[in-house]
């Protein structure tokens, strides 16, 4: 009885936590999103999208897909033959294993009339399916603790999928080797299910049972005559065979009753089988109930992540099922690392250690973003800085094994972490161009905002030229000494003002007034230099829109390093921002 309120009580909370974590989908958002599109919009944009699909030459492609990347896992196959076995063994033997053995009354009997657990094929088949998910957990192990590969990352939620699957397989054939060698479930069943009252005959079928079938009793033991055996055949034919084969055909389950033999009895006097129950049953029920809340819901989202992106693109799809296929998206999320181990800003991770640049390492902070979205400033600095060094390479969306868009899913969260306010000096490098061509996708306050309030946050804002030369030191690659530093080039003071540097500078004939739009003209700023105006010479819009093309150093004929400076100054602005924890 209190079983069956356990499992009602699972299946209420999966059910529950399903519907809460799908509702997720239309609920949230990720970046930036037009305010007029609310979940009810984005509810019946799935519906029509869905029925659009199904109705029409994309069911062909949703087809192929189901079979190919959901069923036989092409895409991790392509990535890694191991990894693509672990993940078959585990997921293919642990569902056969709920549709044969969990579900057996309900759809195993349904379809063989005369099922029993305890009966070939089943019995030896659902050793197998068993066996079958050891393995695969064994080589997620070693995958995951003793194989190391680089940059590959396990969080909690990993050890808690690899435990509750573990815990149950294990707990599930400890408790077959305890039914194998109990005599109290021996007894039970000779009183519930056989027509033996004669003493003499029950000890016949307990002989034949410790001696064909594992059970240990306290009151006979080996060796036996003949006759007793053939005897206690015949009441086995009788009474048991209908329902039970040779728990030798149960080989993981006899193997473990063999190990534990010796300590049969006392175990089976003191109750363990009955506690042994109660942990295979709570391990089944505690996955069951917190599957939408952990990384094993990825059983239901990942297959409707790759049949989504199969058929969906920015350009054709409706923009709210955009929004909801990428909160989706996180849902669905293994966390195996393949995106960071592709990942082309990887060495940024090596120098900076910081390991939101990593992709994977990113989806597991934007699950909590997309539902906290308030973190202290230094964490969110952080992520800035990961979500910003990602180089839009769309090498992760290529390789990621669930069929994520990863690239897409970067550009809204970059774009939702900088309107934030918080600034971000990347946004005025060459890894902006991305967003400035995605321009059209943002109002024009939208996308000017943040280029303002960093360029505010930098221009202007040095301490004295001198103290920063004391303090601020750049490190040297010119191949003679990679362990030097130096300070800003003082080449500036060579200078004289003959404007060829602006004159041969793409970005200032870009503009008919350029110094309205720059501020400072290079010329101009190699001038305060020389004068010591450390701050004007911070301030201009020249030095974030400078291409650094080097025509202004090729040109000059002072030699004045001008490209260099620039970007010296641009790297000491930096620092100087980073120095004052990004305040204003």
Sequence with gaps: MIFRVLLYFALAVFIIGLIYKVSTWFIRTIGTSPKDITPSHR?????????????????????????????????????????????????????????????????????????????????????????????????????????????????????????????????????????????????????????????????????????????????????????????????????????????????????????????????????????????????????????????????????????????????????????????????????CGTCSRFCSAMMGYESRGNPYILPSEKMTFLKSYSNIKDFNEQIFITIQEGVYLCTNCDRCTVVCPVGINLKELWLSVREGIIQKGVPEPLILSPFSLVRGLNKKAFSGADYFLPLRNTRRALAGRFDSLMDIKKSISLPVTDGNDNSGFKIIDSTFAYCFGCQNCTNVCPVVDNYENPQEVLGLLPHQIMCCLGLGLDEMASGPNMLWDCVTCYQCQEYCPQKVKVADILYDLKNMAVRNLNKRSMGY
Aim: aromatic share 12%; with cysteine.
């Design 43 to 335: 509810l019946l944009a799935f519906v029509k999208g869905f029925i659009r699909t199904i109705f029409s030459k994309k069911i062909i492609t949703l087809i192929n897909t189901l079979i190919l990347d959901v069923i036989l896992q092409r895409r991790i196959l392509k990535e890694d033959f191991t990894r693509w076995l672990m993940h078959m063994l585990i997921y293919g033997g642990f569902m056969l294993l709920l549709l044969m053995h969990a579900l057996g009354e309900i759809i195993t009997a349904s379809i063989f009339r005369d099922y029993y657990s305890t009966l070939n094929p089943f019995f030896f088949l659902r050793d197998l399916f068993g066996i079958i998910v050891i393995i695969g957990i064994g080589i997620a192990i070693f995958r995951r603790f003793i194989l190391k590969i680089p940059r590959f990352r396990s969080n909690a939620m990993d050890r808690y999928a690899i435990f509750i699957v573990a815990a149950i397989i294990v707990s599930g054939i400890l408790l077959e080797g305890m039914k194998i060698t109990s005599y109290s479930v021996f007894t039970r069943m000779v009183e519930d299910y056989s027509d033996l009252d004669d003493e003499e005959d029950i000890r016949a079928l307990e002989s034949l049972w410790v001696k064909e079938f594992g059970m240990v009793s306290p009151n006979v033991s080996g060796p036996f005559e003949q006759d007793i055996l053939e005897q206690g055949m015949e009441k086995h034919e009788m009474n048991c065979m209908g329902c039970h084969s040779s728990p030798k055909w149960a080989f993981t389950g006899y193997a473990s009753a063999k190990i534990m033999d010796p300590a049969a009895l006392f175990l089976d006097r003191v109750g363990i089988i009955g506690l042994m129950y109660y942990i295979h049953f709570l391990a089944c029920f505690l996955g069951l109930a917190l599957l939408p809340f952990s990384k094993m819901f990825h059983i239901i989202s990942t297959p409707i992540s790759l049949l989504t992106n199969s058929v969906m693109d920015r350009m054709t799809s409706y923009p709210a099922n955009i929004m909801t296929r990428q909160v989706m998206e996180l849902d669905a999320c293994v966390h």
